[in-house]
């Protein structure tokens, strides 16, 4: 059976009733299984996580797409996460019996249909990119929603689909396909956002820090803390643990404490087994020695994770 | 679906030809499934884990007692480990639709059968007790297999089946029912045992150290380590994690390194998560959160652990 994974990041983390209308607009569409939606008002965007086959995950983001461009108005539009458009981002992620190739033939044909249906431009990233230049989401987003007029009359930047203006409100949009990755963010006891931009600098693999991580600081006023803001490519080539160790030492340099630390969205099992091992030194360990992962390969058991919360009703034709 | 725990310690970990025999004698019995099998060579034992109901695990125990009886002869028995039995001790533990009541009448109707077939006297520990104030299992193995004789004869210890005399080359066993445990070792870079001794004595709830640990000090002369050989009852009241800390401060304050640490047997999956979530100082994390779980739940999927090793076909009727 194939599984991809799609992670489309949403303009809108504050209004509830938006975020459940975007959950509504996921919900019920056959082939799409929405796993969850973390929403954060300081940077006032929604990650949900869906998975499913490519007809089903397509309908089910051209039914978001129509949702946020609705409700979601980026001129007025104000959070600390860099973001293009009211649907910001979406990749496309091969879980199970799904190649790469598939994930990028996704995001291209959604691409082609995004622009086409609603006027919203389109750019190709990781993965997916036809211009290998573009392949950075953060070069992409580089200049924002408010410096997409200049940017995509700027040579080399003309949005793969769409074009040649951003939509008004609903900007542009990214659409990608990558490998897993772990949204990770560490939260630091100050208000001095230049403790949260100066270690993402040190710690991510762009400036010459850990492989596999990007990092971006920004402030959570609301919460009167800073945030380094990881994303973590590939945890087996470097494990959440060494992030947040290296975090931790250089807030401890600078004389900042570490709050806490949150999964955004949806870890894989092995990156919190792997922490778990570390941290106990464990000498040979492995994911057989899991009481569940035994009894449900010999028992096919019915799984004990918690139940799903209620869904909610189909809002029209799925 | 009713799953019972049965976990099984034999006091041979060195002869490769026993433990496979061992390991024969619980395979292919229908309603009992070998999920692993650990052998340690410094504490002379082998530790199985079997799941299955509750006549399913009896069969295979008792088919586990004959071999064990025929293969293992205490008298010249050597190992770090305290023992009284050839098989030394059979606890029950309820997983699934299965409760403490059931257990211990498991316990207390194979102890009739294993001294009525084998003539090896049965003590019953924990919650399988018939005696209050012999419930602690290091009670019961206080004095060992070498000391069996005289204590059966004091007053108080005459054993719950079988008796008076242990069997010559059997011993005795213990059968008990109990909740899940952890077997948790930390190895210490020191041949000193007093060093493993003193700190097993700090973090024991016996002796004032942490709730619903126990521990003993023991030596591992093959790798010139010592070890503080842990056993976890309640991971939910004490982590695993704050078990190791305190046994990484206690050997630090001793100028000791530790070398490592190593799970016997089968771990729940929420202790190595609690353990990931806690090292990473993870705010609200929920095993909601975790993809895999998320997956089995919403699309049932084929479990993505890895196989079990081939097993052994039935050496005679199952």
Not at 111 to 119: K, L
Not at 166 to 179: D, E, F, I, Q, V
Request: net charge negative.
């Amino acid at each position: 059976m194939t599984i991809i994974e799609a992670v489309p990041n949403v303009s809108e983390g504050r209004c509830e009733r938006v975020i459940q209308a975007l959950v509504d607009a996921v919900t019920n569409v056959p082939g799409a299984y929405l796993l969850d939606c973390s929403s954060d008002p300081s940077h006032n965007r929604s990650v949900l996580t869906l998975v499913g086959d490519g007809t089903g995950l397509t309908n089910a983001i051209l039914r978001l797409f129509a949702i946020a461009i609705k409700e979601i108005d980026l001129r007025t539009h104000r959070g600390e996460h860099p973001r293009i458009g009211a649907v910001d981002v979406v990749p496309f992620i091969p879980i199970q019996e799904a190649t790469t190739a598939e994930c990028m033939e996704l995001a291209r044909n959604l691409g082609f249909a995004v622009a086409d249906r609603f006027g919203v431009p389109v750019y190709l990233y990781e993965d997916a990119a036809i211009l290998a230049d573009r392949s950075a989401l953060e070069e992409i987003r580089r200049g924002q929603f408010e410096g997409l007029v200049d940017k995509m009359q700027t040579a080399g930047w003309s949005p793969d689909f769409g074009g040649p203006l951003p939509h008004l409100t609903a900007g542009a949009t990214a659409l990608g396909a990558r490998g897993p990755l772990i949204a990770f963010n560490i939260n630091l006891r100050t208000e001095d956002v230049e403790v949260a931009q100066q270690i993402s600098r040190l710690v991510r693999a762009r400036s010459g820090g850990l492989p596999a991580v990007k990092a971006i600081g920004v402030s959570l006023n609301h919460r009167g803390l800073v945030q380094v803001s990881v994303n973590l490519t590939d945890f087996k080539q470097t494990p959440l643990h060494r992030v947040f160790n290296l975090v931790q030492r250089e807030a401890d340099k600078l004389g900042v404490e570490v709050e806490n630390s949150e999964i955004v969205g949806l870890v894989p099992e092995d990156a919190l087994m792997a922490t778990a091992a570390q941290s106990l030194r464990l000498n040979g360990f492995t994911p057989r020695q899991v009481l569940e992962a035994r009894l449900r390969h010999s028992l096919t058991l019915p799984s004990s994770c918690p139940a799903l919360p209620t869904l909610q009703k189909p809002d029209g034709e799925p």
